[in-house]
């Protein structure tokens, strides 16, 4: 168990991932791209903190997550590692960084350890990816792997539906998560899949499994903190709980801020000096 170097505080780490499953204690998890939000999400208790490749879309304005780059998620990571003082840093590999062969992936995984300073990478796929994940691990580098609806292979389904509710695809997403484990994987994400079939993969793999519309019988669950904020706008599937009106108040408090500077009323003459 490692403390943080400036603090007495415990550092999560795969290990304890483990423990919380095996005693039943529920993992929180959520997305953060920057220095701001990974330090408040951190001080408020959050255990893992994905700086997910979501960043195209929330933060870059892409429609799907394809165009980031692997430039841009080490800039993303780097700046959210140095927030962070609790949880456990999970940096998603870019689409096109580790598809090609098993030596691209570990050299992407090498250079996301090394230029942002994170804890651990998470790739999407079962079996087609199973090298590239044992070629990561034998580096030393923990691997968290992502099964149900998959972004980064968004063309081939051609529609962000329900994954994995016919009988074919969620037996192939069960043998791809014992593949995950079995290769060497600390944790599994599922996305959008039925809550029956989380379930039964969450009681079949040791390993802990966190879903996102994957219902509640999982070991943890991951939102994306601008939808969980309400600071996304239109984006409101099934399985988003919005926990605050962000973008509502952000937007009053700039009308605000326009209306009082319009009116000379900022900066008064306490503000000024
Ligand atoms: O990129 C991301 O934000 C993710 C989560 C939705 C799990 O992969």
Do not use: W
């Amino acid at each position: 168990m490692s403390v943080h170097p400036s603090s007495n505080i415990k550092r999560i780490t795969t290990h304890i991932l483990q423990e919380m499953k095996g005693r039943g204690e529920k993992i929180t998890m959520l997305t953060a791209y920057d220095f701001s939000m990974a330090g408040i999400i951190d001080a408020a208790g959050i255990d893992i903190i994905l700086v997910g490749d979501s960043a195209s879309n929330v933060m870059a304005g892409h429609e799907t997550t394809l165009p980031i780059t692997l430039d841009q998620m080490i800039y993303h990571a780097s700046s959210v590692v140095r927030g962070v003082r609790r949880a456990f840093v999970v940096v998603d590999i870019p689409f096109g960084s580790y598809q090609g062969n098993s030596s691209e992936a570990l050299r992407s995984a090498i250079r996301i350890m090394k230029e942002s300073g994170a804890h651990a990478v998470k790739v999407e796929g079962g079996a087609e990816i199973k090298e590239s994940v044992t070629r990561i691990l034998s580096a030393g580098v923990p691997v968290m792997g992502h099964l149900g609806l998959t972004p980064q292979s968004i063309y081939k389904f051609g529609t962000y539906t329900v994954r994995a509710k016919e009988e074919e695809e969620a037996n192939k997403l069960l043998e791809d998560a014992k593949i995950l484990e079995e290769s060497g994987c600390f944790a599994i994400v599922l996305e959008k899949i039925p809550a029956k079939l989380a379930k039964k993969v969450a009681e079949t793999v040791s390993i802990p499994v966190i879903g996102i519309g994957a219902g509640g019988d999982v070991d943890g669950q991951v939102l994306v903190v601008h939808d969980m904020l309400g600071i996304t706008q239109e984006f409101k599937p099934r399985f988003l709980r919005q926990y605050a009106d962000l973008r509502g108040m952000m937007t009053q408090a700039v009308e605000d801020y326009v209306k009082d500077v319009k009116a000379k009323d900022f900066p008064n003459q306490s503000e000024s000096y």
